[in-house]
């Protein structure tokens, strides 16, 4: 999974064993409760969090270790917590060479023929598909939702 971000300055993992680090309370003495949600306990950090850092909410009924198991899941929580697109189509920023042309190719259609795309690649069989298959697919939707956001190649 880190590999999907081994480009981005903006992401970075860690790992804390807890019975070397005794972390248990943030520095304003707020309790962090490792393990409380589950295992693994996943926190994230950004500017709004500070050092406390957040909590991460689950989205499915599945263990934690499950759902952020499923890649899927993982790059959308990397992206949601972190207000973070690994390619970011107004800037190009993050974005591999196949993705730039891809977004090249794209941003000229119009919103209805972006939505057709989406749809088509959301109704494709996933698990029919090899790991870096399915990475590209997804890479594929969040640009196209991107463009659909930015209301099409007039806000690009």
Known sequence: MTKLF?????VAFMDVNLREEAIRESPDGDPYNPGSGGWPTVRYFNKETGIAGGAYTKKTSKP?????????????????????FRCDVATEK?????????????????GDEI?????????????????DLFQWLEQRKKILKQLVAAGGSDEL
């Open 64 to 84: 934690m270790c499950q759902e952020l198991g499923d890649q899927e899941y993982m790059i959308s929580y990397v992206e949601e917590y972190g207000k973070f």
């Open 94 to 110: 993050g974005c591999s060479a196949k993705e730039v042309a891809y977004v090249a190719k794209m941003k000229d259609k119009t």
């Open 6 to 10: 081994a480009e981005s300055p903006d």
């Open 115 to 131: 939505s057709v795309q989406i749809e088509r690649l959301e109704s494709m069989d996933k698990s029919s598909m090899t790991p």
